[in-house]
């Protein structure tokens, strides 16, 4: 009997664990501006919002969500104050990668393993594809435009 108690004792800590996350998710999404909130909601749709992060660009404040979805890429999605959408972020395969963009993330890698690769879709129709490159434990992320050359940020 008391083997059975501990065993629900342990499954009921540990789904408090589990759903932990979401609560402070819950909590961080309460405090941003409501359109913010809003936007990043119906962008998520089905998905579960596993992170949110609030970040600075420049003096614009940024409001980005990780969102995650059996059978589907993980995605980004990022609005400003007013729910506007700032970026969408969507891991894909290197098949799926444009040959010019594809052959410059693997120039690029040198004798680095590329982790992943992320196509941008930024407000204004910009798109770009983003690489992470991983070197002995140190990461760097470098963006390319569509046409295979560095963003010029990058340079």
Not at 24 to 44: Q, S, Y
Not at 74 to 95: F, H, Q, W, Y
Not at 121 to 132: C, H, N
Request: aromatic content about 4%; glycine content about 6%; overall charge neutral.
């Amino acid at each position: 009997m008391k083997t059975l108690f501990f065993a629900v004792a342990a499954l009921a800590v540990s789904s408090l664990f589990l759903h932990a996350d979401d609560a402070a998710v819950a909590a961080k999404m309460a405090r941003i501006p409501a359109p913010a909130a809003e936007a990043l909601k119906k962008a998520a749709g089905s998905a579960k919002i596993e992170t949110l992060a609030i970040e600075k660009d420049g003096k614009v404040t940024i409001y980005e969500v990780e969102l995650v979805e059996a059978g589907q890429p993980n995605r980004e999605v990022s609005v400003k104050a007013d729910g506007s959408i700032n970026a969408e972020e969507e891991t894909v395969p290197m098949e799926k990668v444009p040959e010019a963009v594809r052959k410059a993330i693997e120039a690029g890698a040198k004798e680095s393993k590329i982790e992943r690769v992320q196509k941008i879709k930024r407000a204004g129709g910009v798109v770009t594809f983003e690489a992470l490159y991983v070197k002995k434990g140190k990461k760097t992320e470098v963006e390319y435009l569509e046409d295979g050359k560095l963003k010029p940020e990058e340079k």
